[in-house]
Each structure stands twice: as structure tokens, then as C-alpha cells.
């Protein structure tokens, strides 16, 4: 039977890059793009049946910023498919970021200087809004969405005879001085993606604890520093433009400018051919290149610790209870 692979934020950047390596790498998938966007969607499908005319790909339509679309999106999920053997957790935002210009300055004189071109720690603040389910709309789509999703799979992930890997993409800029467990959906601070990419990690820990024993098995990967709509919020892509030949100079000290979505994909597309009883559940796998542009994957320890990871898995549980609660009295009212 074909293996089945979705893949959230399908229809832009790492996430259409992504596809079209997957289908490069086993073309018999049967690949299922789940984009909030249908038109975007359908035009993404549409390139890649050029290339791969004979494929099976399919479209769900999901806001993983709504819990009503998560829910949606996931009966329809367990409705069409009996396995599901790879799930990408991928959309993610930054809402209205910030470059600090005197930090940047000043960190790029300093000893500094490539750990901040490569984490952005200290150099971008962000702006955060509250979402129609009451939560941080970063949170909720970065992490808490996904969180949901999986949950609501866990039939089709959970089965020993055929394991499920779930492969998150994270950040270099997940930050622990960013996350806070009285505060975990970052309402008060500016860096909301940093937080919530440091929480991805967090959850993604702490799932292998639970459920590796069930044949569920969770990794996270950083793509590197790509050019895509994410970034093109940063600067403007005219600026990016201007910046190519300094990126490729900053590239001779450090392996993590990979630029393009083909490059960030790296990572994401080698835990695809990866056996899931070799995988560590505490590193993350940084998509890198070396200054002559050849792909490879770094895995890097991360800085967090379990007892912070299952503290905050509770929490998870605790916030998922209360919301499909809410939703339900909404439902019953209508
Ligand atoms: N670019 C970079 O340098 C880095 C990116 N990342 C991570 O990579 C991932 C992909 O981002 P990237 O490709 O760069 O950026 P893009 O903006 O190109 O892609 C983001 C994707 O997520 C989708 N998305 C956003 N919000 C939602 C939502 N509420 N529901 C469903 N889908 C949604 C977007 O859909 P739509 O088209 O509808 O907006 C889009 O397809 C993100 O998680 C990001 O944090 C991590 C490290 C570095
Ligand atoms: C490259 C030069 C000379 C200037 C650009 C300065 C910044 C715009 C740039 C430096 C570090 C970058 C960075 C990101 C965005 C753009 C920078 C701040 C990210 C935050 C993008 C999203 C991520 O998830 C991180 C891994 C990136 C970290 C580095």
C-alpha cells in the first residue's frame, strides 16, 4: 500500500518546495496538501502535475488559526485516507515584524556577529492579535493548531504495525528566554515566534515520550535562512535581492543561509528516507549548505529539558479541553 505524507502550508515557499522533493523522492506517494488558501492550492497541484503527471495528490482545506477548520480539516483527514505515514507540521507566521537596527548594527561588530545573522536573537520583535477561539494568533498557528490536528488524528498516527512520523519545522530562533510556562501563548512579550517556535520543541519531546510505544515519532527541524513570503515581511524582496552576494559571503562562516526553499527543504525531505528508531527526540535537524552549495543536515542539540516539556504538554491538553468545550456550547447554541 502507497505511503501517505501531509504536509500544512503546502501551497508557498519551504512547503511547495518540499512537495515537489518528496514526489522527486517516491513518486508512488500519495501526497495530500493541506493549505488554507484553496486557490493556492490548486494552482500549487496544478506545477506539480507538470512535473509529476502520474501522482496522486490530493487537497484538505486548513486554518490551523481556527478550531473549527482544524477539526474540519481532520475528520475529512481520517474520512479519505487509512494511513498516514508522514504529517509536516509547517504553516507558520510572524505577524508584523521588526528589524532593531541598533541592535543589528551593533551586534554585527561584535564576536557575536554570525550567531546573530543565523538566529536573529535580540534583532526581530513582532506584533501578536487575538484570534475568533480566543487565543494568540502566532501560538495558535505555529503550534497550538497543529497540536490540535494531531490529536485529533491519533487513530490513523498511533499504529504499531504501520508508525507515523510527525516532522515539525521549526526554528534556529526558538529561544528558552523567549517561552515562559505562566505565559506560553507569549500575550505579553514581542518575540510570539520565537516563542512558539521553542514550544514546537517542547511538544515535540514530549510527544516521543508518550507515544513512541504506540509507533508515533516526532522530530523538529530548522530549514536555515530562506527566501520566502516569511521573509519577504522582513524586508522587501527587492532588498533581498541587493543582499544575495553578502549572503553568499556569510555562507564561508556558517552552513545555515540555505536561501532557497529547494536548500531549506533539506532537512525535512532526509527524515523522509530516515528509519524512525535512528532518530534522536532531542536534537533538531538544521537543513545546512557549505560555501560551494552542497545540501547537507546538521543535528544540533537542543536547550530544553523534559520536566518543562511535560509541564507544558499538560498545559496543551489542559487549554485543548477548555476550547473544544467552548466550541461545543457555541455549536449546541446555534
Ligand atoms: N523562511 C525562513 O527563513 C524560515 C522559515 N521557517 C518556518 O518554515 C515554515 C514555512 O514558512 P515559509 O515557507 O518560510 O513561509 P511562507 O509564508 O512561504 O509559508 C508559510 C505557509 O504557511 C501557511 N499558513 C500560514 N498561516 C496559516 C494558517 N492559519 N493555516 C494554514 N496555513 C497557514 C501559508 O499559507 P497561505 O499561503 O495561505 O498564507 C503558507 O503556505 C514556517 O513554519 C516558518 O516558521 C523556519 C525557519 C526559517
Ligand atoms: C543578511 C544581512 C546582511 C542582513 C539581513 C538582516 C536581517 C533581516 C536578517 C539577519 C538574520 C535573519 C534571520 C531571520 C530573518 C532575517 C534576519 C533577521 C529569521 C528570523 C527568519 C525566520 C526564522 O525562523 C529564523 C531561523 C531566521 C533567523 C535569521
Redesign the pocket.
Known amino acids: 500500500m502507497e505511503r501517505v505524507a501531509v504536509v ?9 518546495a518540499l512537495c515537489r522533493r518528496l514526489l522527486q523522492e517516491d513518486a508512488g506517494i500519495r501526497l495530500c496538501l ?4 484553496m486557490e ?1 492550492a490548486v494552482a500549487t497541484r496544478a506545477r506539480l502535475l507538470v512535473t509529476f503527471p502520474n501522482t496522486q495528490i490530493f487537497l484538505i482545506q ?5 478550531m473549527e ?1 482544524v477539526l474540519r480539516a481532520a475528520k475529512e483527514i481520517k474520512q479519505r485516507f487509512q494511513r498516514l505515514d508522514y504529517l509536516y507540521l ?5 505577524l508584523n515584524p521588526h528589524i532593531d537596527c541598533k541592535a543589528f548594527f551593533r551586534g554585527l561588530f561584535s564576536r557575536r556577529a554570525v550567531h546573530m545573522l543565523t538566529t536573529a536573537e535580540g534583532l526581530v520583535t513582532q506584533e501578536d492579535r487575538v484570534t475568533a477561539d480566543g487565543l494568540q494568533e502566532v501560538f495558535q ?2 503550534l497550538f ?1 497543529h497540536f490540535v490536528l494531531i490529536q485529533q488524528l491519533e487513530p490513523l498516527l498511533s499504529q504499531l504495525e504501520n508508525p507515523s512520523h510527525l516532522i515539525w ?5 526558538a529561544r528558552r528566554s523567549n517561552f515562559s510556562l505562566v505565559d506560553f501563548q507569549h500575550s505579553q512579550g514581542k518575540e510570539s ?1 520565537s516563542s512558539s ?1 521553542y514550544a514546537t520543541d517542547l511538544t515535540s519531546v514530549v510527544l516521543n515520550k508518550h507515544f513512541n510505544k504506540q509507533g508515533l515519532y516526532s522530530s523538529v527541524v ?10 519577504y ?1 522582513i524586508l522587501p524582496s527587492f532588498v533581498w535581492k541587493l543582499l544575495i552576494p553578502i549572503m553568499w559571503l556569510i555562507r564561508f562562516f556558517t552552513s545555515t543561509y540555505t536561501m532557497t ?1 529547494y536548500n ?1 527543504a533539506e532537512a525535512l525531505v532526509w527524515l523522509f528516507r530516515q528509519k524512525l528508531e535512528s532518530l534522536d527526540p532531542l536534537v533538531k535537524y538544521h537543513s545546512c549548505i557549505s560555501p560551494w552549495g552542497k545540501n547537507y543536515v546538521e543535528p544540533r542539540k537542543m536547550d530544553l529539558d523534559e520536566e518543562t516539556a511535560e509541564i507544558f504538554y499538560q498545559n496543551l491538553l489542559e487549554l485543548e479541553r477548555q476550547v473544544l468545550m467552548r466550541l461545543e456550547g457555541q455549536q449546541n447554541i446555534k
Do not use: E, F, L, Q
Request: charged share 10%; aromatic share 2%.
Open positions: 500544512t502550508g503546502a501551497s508557498s515557499g519551504i512547503g511547495a493541506a493549505c488554507r488558501n493556492k486548513v486554518d490551523v488559526g481556527s477548520s509547517n504553516a507558520g507566521i510572524m498557528t505555529n493548531g519545522t521549526s526554528s534556529s530562533n515566534y517556535k530548522c530549514p536555515g535562512v530562506v527566501m520566502t513570503n516569511m521573509t515581511g526553499p531549506g
